[in-house]
C-alpha cells in the first residue's frame, strides 16, 4: 500500500529519481509526464475557478507501475502547469491495491470525485470472476485536498451477471437525475458500459446497460459520455476486438459510438464505433468541458500490455499524457484539432521546400491543399506514406518496437505533425484522423520529396 508516510519516507529516493528524470536527452518539452516513475489513465480533468487540472494515474516510486495513486498538475492557461501534492493515496480498504481510474464532476461550484478502488484478495485467484474487489469511491474536494472516502458502490450492487471488471466511473446530468456510466465485463466475456441513477449523487441504483447485438470485445474501459453539436457521443476502450488489415491494429482500442440515448426510458441506438487514434500510444481517453464552453480531450500517450518498450525507463519515467485536443463535429465525423493555446509555443515560421532537411526534433509540421500521395521522413527511420488510398507510418529502430500502423483514407488534403522530443501526434485532414505514437531517435530528421511544409519550432511547457 502507498500511503502518504510512505511516500515522505521516500523522499530521498524521489529526489534521486527526479535526478536522473532530468538527464534524458529526450525529456518531452510539451507535454504532462511524470516528475518521477509511471504514467497512465487521464483522471478527473476539469477547470474549476479558472484553473485547469489534470489528474492521472501515478506509481511516482516506480517507473515500472507499482502501487497506483492519481498525481496532479495545474495550470492556468495550458501553457504553464504546477505539480501539485500527490492527490489520491490509494490507503483505505476500499482502494489499498490501487485508487485506479476516475473522473470530476462539479456543480453549484462544488467539485467531487469518482473513481475505482481496486482491492486484491490472497490467494489463487483469477482476478475477474474471483479474488477482487473493484469499489465505486466518491470524494469532496477543493481539487488540492479532500476529506472522507465514501463508498458508493461495491460487488454487491453491480449486475449479479457482472464479473468483478466493473470500473471508470463517469457522471452525467440530465433532467435533474445524476447517471453513471461504468465500464463491465459480464460473465459470459461481453464488455458493456453499466448506467446507474441518482437522485443525490450518492445513492445509486442499477438503472441500464449498453452494448452491441454483435460480438465487440470482452471488456469496455473508461466510458465517457456527453453531448456535443446536438450529437450524443459514447467514448470507450473495447479490449478483445480481432486485428484487421486497417482497424483495431493495437492490442487494446479507443473509439466512439454516435448513440441516440433515452436515459429516461431505457432505450438506445449505437452507431458505428469508429477509432479514435490509428497509433501506437493511445488509450484511456477523458473528455471535459472548459469554461470556454470546449469539449477537451486528453489520452494516455501509451497503451496496456503492449509488446513494444519505452528507453525512458532507464531514467526512471515512462509515459506521458498527449496535448489537449478540442473535440468538434464536421462531416458527421468526430474530429481532433489541438488546442489554440498550443500556438502560443511557436517560434517564427519556416518554409521548408520539397527536399530540404529539417534538424530539430521539437515542432509543429503542416501541409495543407494536398493533392496525391506523399512521403515524408519524421525520423531518418521513421516514414509516413500515402500511396493508392492507404497512409501508412513506419517505424525503424526508433521504434523500440513498434513496426508499422496503417489507414484507408480516400483523400488526403491537409497534415499537421505536432514532434517532440520522444513523440509525435499527427492530425490528418483537419483531425478527422489521428496517429499517436512514441519515439526514440536521437537526431531530427524532417523532410519530404513531395510537400512543400511549413514549421513552427516549438518552445516548452513549464513545470513549478
Same mark, same amino acid.
Given at each position: 500500500?502507498?500511503d502518504?508516510?510512505?511516500?515522505?519516507?521516500?523522499?530521498?529516493?524521489?529526489?534521486?529519481?527526479?535526478?536522473?528524470v532530468?538527464?534524458?536527452?529526450?525529456?518531452l518539452?510539451?507535454?504532462?509526464?511524470?516528475?518521477?516513475?509511471?504514467?497512465?489513465?487521464?483522471?478527473?480533468?476539469?477547470?474549476?475557478?479558472?484553473?485547469?487540472?489534470?489528474?492521472?494515474?501515478?506509481?511516482?516510486?516506480?517507473?515500472?507501475?507499482?502501487?497506483?495513486?492519481?498525481?496532479?498538475?495545474?495550470?492556468?492557461?495550458?501553457?504553464?502547469?504546477?505539480?501539485?501534492?500527490?492527490?489520491? %493515496?490509494?490507503?483505505?480498504?476500499?482502494?489499498?491495491?490501487?485508487?485506479?481510474?476516475?473522473?470530476?464532476?462539479?456543480?453549484?461550484?462544488?467539485?467531487?470525485?469518482?473513481?475505482?478502488g *481496486?482491492?486484491?484478495?490472497?490467494?489463487?485467484?483469477?482476478?475477474?470472476?474471483?479474488?477482487?474487489?473493484?469499489?465505486?469511491?466518491?470524494?469532496?474536494?477543493?481539487?488540492?485536498?479532500?476529506?472522507?472516502?465514501?463508498?458508493?458502490?461495491? *460487488?454487491?450492487?453491480?449486475?449479479?451477471?457482472?464479473?468483478?471488471?466493473?470500473?471508470?466511473?463517469?457522471?452525467?446530468?440530465?433532467?435533474?437525475?445524476?447517471?453513471?456510466?461504468?465500464?463491465?465485463r459480464?460473465?459470459?466475456?461481453?464488455?458493456?458500459?453499466?448506467?446507474?441513477?441518482?437522485?443525490?449523487?450518492?445513492?445509486?441504483?442499477?438503472?441500464?446497460?449498453?452494448?452491441?447485438?454483435?460480438?465487440?470485445?470482452?471488456?469496455?474501459?473508461?466510458?465517457?459520455?456527453?453531448?456535443?453539436?446536438?450529437?450524443?457521443?459514447?467514448?470507450?476502450?473495447?479490449?478483445?476486438?480481432?486485428?484487421?488489415?486497417?482497424k483495431?491494429?493495437?492490442?487494446?482500442?479507443?473509439g466512439?459510438?454516435?448513440?441516440?440515448?433515452?436515459?429516461?426510458?431505457?432505450?438506445?441506438?449505437?452507431? *458505428?464505433?469508429?477509432?479514435?487514434?490509428?497509433?501506437?500510444?493511445?488509450?484511456?481517453?477523458?473528455?471535459?468541458?472548459?469554461?470556454?464552453?470546449?469539449?477537451?480531450?486528453?489520452?494516455?500517450?501509451?497503451?496496456?500490455?503492449?509488446?513494444?518498450?519505452?528507453?525512458?525507463?532507464?531514467?526512471?519515467?515512462?509515459?506521458?499524457?498527449?496535448?489537449? +485536443?478540442?473535440?468538434?463535429?464536421?462531416?458527421?465525423?468526430?474530429?481532433?484539432?489541438?488546442?489554440?493555446?498550443?500556438?502560443?509555443? +511557436?517560434?517564427?515560421?519556416?518554409?521548408?521546400?520539397?527536399g530540404?532537411?529539417?534538424?530539430?526534433?521539437?515542432?509543429?509540421?503542416?501541409?495543407?491543399?494536398?493533392?496525391?500521395?506523399?512521403?515524408? *521522413?519524421?525520423?531518418?527511420?521513421?516514414?509516413?506514406?500515402?500511396?493508392?488510398?492507404?497512409?501508412?507510418?513506419?517505424?525503424?529502430?526508433?521504434g523500440?518496437? +513498434?513496426?508499422e500502423?496503417?489507414?484507408k483514407?480516400?483523400?488526403?488534403?491537409?497534415?499537421?505533425?505536432?514532434?517532440?522530443?520522444?513523440?509525435?501526434?499527427? %492530425?490528418?485532414?483537419?483531425?478527422?484522423?489521428?496517429?499517436?505514437? +512514441?519515439?526514440?531517435?536521437?537526431?531530427?530528421?524532417?523532410?519530404?520529396?513531395?510537400?512543400?511544409?511549413?514549421?513552427?519550432?516549438?518552445?516548452?511547457?513549464?513545470?513549478?
Amino acid at each position: 500500500m502507498l500511503d502518504r508516510k510512505i511516500y515522505q519516507e521516500n523522499y530521498g529516493k524521489l529526489q534521486k529519481m527526479k535526478e536522473e528524470v532530468e538527464k534524458d536527452p529526450l525529456l518531452l518539452a510539451y507535454h504532462i509526464y511524470p516528475e518521477t516513475g509511471w504514467l497512465n489513465d487521464p483522471n478527473g480533468l476539469c477547470q474549476k475557478d479558472g484553473t485547469y487540472h489534470f489528474y492521472y494515474q501515478a506509481s511516482p516510486l516506480d517507473e515500472n507501475r507499482g502501487d497506483i495513486g492519481w498525481g496532479h498538475v495545474s495550470s492556468p492557461d495550458l501553457i504553464n502547469y504546477k505539480r501539485e501534492d500527490f492527490f489520491i %493515496f490509494p490507503d483505505s480498504k476500499y482502494d489499498k491495491n490501487g485508487a485506479y481510474s476516475g473522473s470530476a464532476f462539479i456543480e453549484d461550484n462544488k467539485l467531487s470525485f469518482f473513481y475505482t478502488g *481496486n482491492v486484491k484478495y490472497p490467494g489463487d485467484f483469477d482476478g475477474i470472476n474471483e479474488g477482487r474487489e473493484h469499489n465505486t469511491l466518491k470524494i469532496d474536494s477543493d481539487a488540492y485536498s479532500y476529506g472522507e472516502k465514501i463508498l458508493i458502490m461495491d *460487488n454487491d450492487d453491480y449486475p449479479a451477471d457482472m464479473t468483478k471488471h466493473v470500473r471508470d466511473p463517469k457522471i452525467y446530468k440530465k433532467d435533474g437525475t445524476y447517471y453513471m456510466f461504468l465500464g463491465a465485463r459480464s460473465k459470459a466475456d461481453k464488455g458493456m458500459v453499466l448506467v446507474f441513477k441518482s437522485e443525490n449523487l450518492k445513492d445509486f441504483t442499477y438503472h441500464m446497460r449498453i452494448e452491441t447485438d454483435y460480438d465487440f470485445g470482452f471488456m469496455w474501459e473508461c466510458p465517457d459520455f456527453f453531448d456535443l453539436c446536438e450529437k450524443q457521443i459514447l467514448i470507450c476502450c473495447p479490449q478483445g476486438l480481432a486485428s484487421q488489415e486497417y482497424k483495431f491494429q493495437n492490442i487494446y482500442q479507443s473509439g466512439y459510438f454516435f448513440i441516440d440515448l433515452d436515459l429516461e426510458n431505457k432505450t438506445y441506438k449505437l452507431g *458505428n464505433f469508429e477509432e479514435l487514434d490509428y497509433g501506437f500510444d493511445f488509450y484511456a481517453p477523458q473528455t471535459f468541458e472548459d469554461e470556454a464552453g470546449r469539449r477537451i480531450l486528453v489520452g494516455w500517450m501509451g497503451i496496456p500490455d503492449a509488446d513494444y518498450t519505452n528507453p525512458s525507463v532507464k531514467y526512471k519515467w515512462q509515459h506521458a499524457l498527449t496535448i489537449p +485536443r478540442e473535440l468538434k463535429i464536421k462531416n458527421q465525423r468526430l474530429v481532433q484539432e489541438p488546442i489554440k493555446e498550443l500556438e502560443a509555443l +511557436r517560434g517564427s515560421k519556416i518554409d521548408l521546400e520539397k527536399g530540404k532537411v529539417y534538424e530539430e526534433l521539437t515542432f509543429e509540421g503542416s501541409a495543407y491543399n494536398i493533392k496525391g500521395d506523399f512521403k515524408i *521522413n519524421l525520423r531518418k527511420d521513421v516514414t509516413l506514406a500515402y500511396k493508392d488510398g492507404i497512409l501508412s507510418l513506419k517505424m525503424g529502430a526508433s521504434g523500440s518496437g +513498434r513496426d508499422e500502423r496503417l489507414i484507408k483514407i480516400d483523400e488526403i488534403t491537409s497534415l499537421r505533425i505536432f514532434s517532440d522530443r520522444s513523440s509525435l501526434e499527427i %492530425f490528418i485532414n483537419d483531425g478527422a484522423y489521428v496517429m499517436t505514437n +512514441r519515439v526514440y531517435a536521437q537526431e531530427g530528421y524532417f523532410k519530404s520529396e513531395d510537400l512543400d511544409l511549413a514549421i513552427y519550432p516549438l518552445g516548452a511547457f513549464t513545470f513549478s
